[in-house]
């Protein structure tokens, strides 16, 4: 089993679109998906008690209490982890310890690079971290094309030396079919494969050696 935290200690930076859209990329592709909701919130667990029963089918995990965190129905190829916003100490250290990827999407504007910077200093000390053992990836989440903005966040990037894996851009889309349990990845219309290909790099990435020939040919 492969675990992928999405985790910034910004909120609103679509941490919960991003967990979704990729719960439902690896679904639609064959896997077998658990979702972990560990926000309060609970956006992610909302979303799938919506989703369709003729819909690819994802395991819900409900992980805001910490005394739930590592329990995985058995068999899973991919467990998603919605991180709650204020994810620090111990807490952030309990589900690091479960995590091979994090994923950490931000917006380009001056408070989400501030606040990313913040969170990536905050967590680098941690054990699995500092040994590498943990792959983090940046999800530039939300751009506008021509965004005036969008060269502070290239500043950013280029100042912590790591570019983000994949840009993705602002679409109603998202929101119009999360409100009906569903993702650009459950709809075969040109327009959605056009945004799903957006996602190419990080699923790839993800995916690794471990891919068939048919999955490395998905977009």
């Known amino acids: 089993m492969?675990?992928?935290?999405?985790?910034?200690?910004?909120?609103?930076?679509?941490?919960?679109?991003?967990?979704?859209?990729?719960?439902?990329?690896?679904?639609?592709?064959?896997?077998?998906?658990?979702?972990?909701?560990?926000?309060?919130?609970?956006?992610?667990?909302?979303w799938l008690k919506l989703r369709p029963k003729i819909a690819t089918s994802i395991s819900p995990l409900d992980w805001r209490e910490e005394s739930a965190i590592g329990d995985t129905p058995k068999k899973t190829d991919f467990l998603i982890i919605d991180a709650p916003g204020a994810l620090s100490g111990e807490h952030a250290q309990h589900l690091i310890a479960e995590s091979d990827d994090i994923i950490v999407p931000l917006q380009p504007s001056f408070f989400d690079i501030d606040s990313t910077r913040r969170f990536l200093k905050n967590i680098e000390d941690i054990k699995r971290i500092?040994?590498?053992?943990?792959?983090?990836?940046?999800?530039?989440?939300?751009?506008?094309?021509?965004?005036?903005?969008?060269?502070?966040?290239?500043?950013?990037?280029?100042?912590?030396?790591?570019?983000?894996?994949?840009?993705?851009?602002?679409?109603?889309?998202?929101?119009?079919l999360a409100m009906n349990g569903l993702s650009v990845f459950d709809k075969n219309q040109k327009q959605h494969l056009l945004i799903q290909q957006q996602w190419e790099p990080l699923i790839q990435q993800i995916l690794g050696q471990n891919r068939s020939e048919e999955q490395q040919n998905w977009f």
């Open 2 to 46: 492969k675990t992928i935290l999405i985790a910034n200690q910004k909120g609103g930076c679509g941490k919960t679109m991003t967990a979704i859209t990729l719960a439902s990329a690896l679904a639609n592709k064959g896997f077998k998906v658990a979702l972990a909701d560990a926000d309060n919130q609970k956006s992610s667990l909302q």
């Open 130 to 176: 500092r040994k590498g053992k943990v792959n983090i990836h940046l999800l530039a989440n939300r751009v506008k094309a021509g965004a005036a903005n969008q060269q502070a966040i290239q500043q950013f990037f280029a100042k912590i030396n790591q570019q983000p894996i994949s840009w993705i851009s602002e679409r109603s889309a998202y929101a119009q």
